[in-house]
């Protein structure tokens, strides 16, 4: 089974214990070959609240970058995700980390969005 597919089955296996709702939505984490995303999504409305990427950061910040796919990166999404979201009253969220492993960027975005304030 490659990679692709056990993040998958992971990822199933993680969406069905979670939950985002009005009051502690979820915070999901995607990673691409280039870029990192994040949402705060309130599963119940199914609407996404507020969501940030390396892509429109670096682009606004420092265009010309191949990749923006580091922990560098990853900490500032962080907290760039932990200000708009306690910007619209969001303290406590769910993490989510899409079947990826709790290591590099994902344990960056989190811890860094932690330190900022939120509560997971």
Do not use: W
């Amino acid at each position: 089974m490659d990679a692709a597919k056990q993040r998958k089955r992971r990822k199933k296996s993680i969406r069905k214990k979670i939950s985002g709702t009005p009051e502690k939505p979820r915070m999901c984490v995607h990673k691409s070959n280039r870029n990192i995303y994040v949402q705060v999504v309130d599963d119940v409305n199914s609407k996404t609240l507020c969501g940030v990427s390396t892509a429109v950061l670096a682009s606004k910040d420092k265009p010309g970058q191949y990749t923006r796919k580091n922990a560098h990166f990853a900490e500032i999404l962080g907290e760039k995700i932990a200000d708009i979201a306690t910007k619209k009253g969001i303290k406590k969220i769910v993490f989510d980390r899409s079947g990826y492993q709790y290591h590099g960027v994902v344990k960056a975005v989190a811890e860094a969005a932690r330190k900022k304030g939120l509560e997971f």
